[in-house]
């Protein structure tokens, strides 16, 4: 078959699954929201476009959002005549349909396939929406403009042939019809790399060396957020750095925001939440205290493998990829009682399960893992063992998303 993948910034989550689709003989390629892009990647013949224009002023700002997909699905409308008019026409599209990209793909190709990459719709009420109250937006017209943003999925539904979602809590915020076309299927962790390994070190930023023989409490994000709970963690660690003197906190994130709105003012969440609770920290304590930014991904796997407790917090939204990871490196896990984090984690079973909010229960569980290295290496063989049987990349993921690339082709419109 001809197959493209429409995502911005591809590969995004087809990294494995456009270079598998090569192997299986296809002819694989990509459009990229990029000036400039090599010609190929991992065999995929790769195309770039860029928007014609940006947003105008004075839209109202609810129809914002709207205004931009809407302008770079023009974009990617005429690059798909471009290729069409060189004689490409695609059997499947795969697309991530987040930024609109692929709103009018079926206008230039109404006989192609299309499937989408389902990773939210979102929710006027519910879910992450007003769920910490202390961030929760006083303006009423939140929920309104909240279910404008929705219109792009909507009208995607509409051409759509075919969806998956990577989690059930993911493809369950997708109200029906559309949650009837959608098919839960994970993008895999090679859980033959992101394995255990007795032997890991890293380094700090200081120069000091941690191994499996150090006590080391990760917590890692794309960006320390409230989203992923960063306030939470931070006010937790002057109970926890008292309880545990020897204990070396690692702390992995960059200092943007991916989800919600930043803080106010000129500054960051990451300094916002150091600010208020280093006062109560005293030097040689803070000193235990690493942030490492964002890491390399084979750093990050050493980190996780040398980490003695793994927290993996976040309000009711998409789960990181960090937590299965974290689980195929076979780490103790304690996680926040939202259902994300629940869908892979079962009480005491692969890991433990403690109150979003509450800072002395996750102290708790994080010290009762640390005195327990039993209880740690149970949940740490458990929650390998769910990664190993549900979502490897190389036995289970890769080979359901083949076929569904293939069953796609034979949709019948």
Not at 68 to 95: H, N, Y
Not at 204 to 221: C, D, H, K
Request: hydrophobic share 40%.
């Amino acid at each position: 078959m001809k197959i493209l993948f429409v995502h911005q910034n591809f590969p995004g989550q087809f990294v494995h699954l456009a270079p598998a689709l090569v192997k299986e003989g296809h002819e694989v390629h990509a459009l990229v929201l990029k000036k400039e892009a090599p010609a190929a990647w991992a065999g995929v013949h790769v195309h770039t476009y860029q928007p014609a224009k940006g947003t105008a002023a004075g839209v109202h700002p609810w129809a914002l959002d709207l205004e931009t997909k809407i302008i770079r699905a023009e974009s990617v409308f005429r690059k798909c005549l471009e290729l069409k008019a060189e004689g490409f026409v695609p059997d499947v599209v795969v697309a991530h349909p987040g930024w609109g990209e692929s709103l009018f793909i079926k206008d230039v190709w109404p006989e192609t396939k299309l499937g989408l990459y389902c990773e939210l719709n979102y929710t006027e009420k519910g879910n992450d929406v007003g769920f910490d109250p202390e961030f929760t937006s006083m303006d009423p017209g939140d929920s309104c403009r909240l279910r404008l943003k929705n219109i792009n999925n909507v009208m995607h539904f509409d051409v759509a042939d075919g969806a998956i979602s990577p989690t059930n809590f993911q493809a369950d915020t997708y109200p029906w019809p559309f949650r009837g076309k959608i098919k839960v299927m994970h993008d895999g962790i090679d859980t033959k790399v992101i394995a255990p390994n007795e032997l890991a070190t890293f380094k700090l930023p200081s120069g000091q060396m941690l191994s499996r023989s150090s006590e080391v409490i990760t917590f890692a994000n794309r960006n320390l957020e409230p989203y992923r709970g960063y306030h939470v963690f931070m006010r937790m660690l002057p109970k926890l750095l008292q309880e545990r003197p020897n204990a070396q906190v690692v702390i992995i994130g960059g200092e943007g925001v991916s989800y919600g709105k930043p803080p106010p003012g000129k500054t960051t969440w990451k300094q916002v939440f150091i600010d208020e609770v280093k006062p109560l920290i005293d030097d040689q304590d803070w000193a235990r205290v690493h942030f490492v930014g964002n890491l390399p991904h084979n750093q990050f796997v050493s980190l996780l493998q040398v980490s003695t407790v793994h927290v993996y917090l976040t309000y009711p939204f998409v789960a990181s990829w960090s937590l299965l990871e974290a689980m195929s490196v076979g780490c103790a896990i304690v996680g926040s009682d939202t259902e994300p984090v629940k869908e892979f984690i079962d009480h005491d079973k692969h890991g433990l399960i403690t109150p979003f909010f509450d800072q002395d229960a996750l102290a708790h569980s994080i010290v009762q893992l640390l005195d327990d290295p039993a209880l740690r290496q149970r949940l740490g063989q458990e929650a390998r063992k769910k990664i190993q049987f549900y979502y490897d990349l190389h036995s289970i993921c890769l080979p359901k998303l083949i076929k569904w690339v293939d069953f796609l082709s034979h949709v019948r419109s």
